[in-house]
């Protein structure tokens, strides 16, 4: 059993329990927030994480205080035999909470798998409920297969509730704030408005363009009254109901109210970078070691040693903040 003197901890006192892994940086979608239209160098699959490498990552990190492990790409789902992963990451002992984010884009077809292996919630990242506006935004003719897809979703109520993300724009997201309120009313979905972020690959966004969580929760409370949830310690969601019990609403808000005083988390990149900010300009290499033969005690070395130096804050918004130079989907969102 773990203590807590071997949890790990960063230099501001804070533990960290949750690790985000991406499995590839490959996505079948081009979203304009996170991709150019004509796509990104891909890794050659040498250069990405195995599934034994990543198995063995979790394993050391699970007794320092992991609970908490997601995976997310580019897109997860076009990574092979991606099941086989979830089944090898479920079996390990202290593990508490193993979920996905994906585009759902193959959802109907493996959504039995997934949840075979182990899988216990699921994110799809949905921007529009419009079939143009959806085409517009992600650059895929794509909608009908992602709504099956969440539809398919429905007959494993034990991933309840499912999440649907829904990065928000200013002056492209207004149109969509009602329809995703009633979406959350009439399915089992808790709909998740996440404020733009600085992570584009054009290098676009401007703060101007962030249509802020305050905003939106406005804009639904006038047709649909909300009441606040209390948040949970870590959570990155602040959660609201509708007054007459039918569903939730989430926020994230990481731009006009950032969460970082209690951030928990990690990230492990596709080719084995631990990042221990989403907007960290620094990395820590775990591949290199993981292959030339380092053993357990060598790697926990150096993921303390980074955890230590874990950032304060992302100093979005702040006088000179400086964009990294990865994407989101090269990060693992």
Known sequence: MASRVASLRDG????????????????????????????????????????????????????????????????????????????????????????????????????????????????????????????????????????????????????????????AMRGFTEDEVIPFAELARRKPYQVRFIEFMPLDADHAWTEDRVLTGAEIRALIDRVYPLEPIEREAHATAKVWRFADGRGEIGFVNPVSEPFCADCDRIRLTAEGKLRTCLFSLHETDLRGPLRDGSGDEQLVEAIRDAVWRKELKHHVSEPGFRQPPRTMSQIGG
């Not at 092979?80 to 090898?88: D, F």
């Not at 959806?134 to 429905?154: H, M, S």
């Open 12 to 167: 501001h006192g804070r533990l960290i329990g949750d690790l985000r892994v991406s499995v590839t940086d490959r996505c079948n979608f081009r979203c304009q927030y996170c991709m150019p239209a004509e796509g990104l160098p891909w890794l050659d699959r040498a250069e990405l994480l195995t599934f034994e490498e990543i198995e063995r990552l979790v394993r050391l990190l699970v007794p320092l205080g992991i609970r908490s492990v997601r995976l997310t790409g580019g897109e997860p789902l076009v990574r092979r035999e991606l099941p086989k992963l979830i089944a090898m990451l479920s079996a390990i002992d202290g593990l508490e909470d193993l979920s996905l984010t994906t585009n759902g884009y193959l959802l109907e077809r493996m959504a039995d798998e997934l949840v075979g292996a182990g899988l216990e919630r699921i994110n799809v990242s949905l921007d529009s409920l419009s079939r143009d506006r959806f085409f517009q935004i992600t650059r895929r003719d794509a909608l009908p297969q992602v709504i099956r897809g969440l539809e398919t979703l429905e007959r494993f109520p034990q991933l309840g509730p499912v999440k649907v993300n829904c990065v």
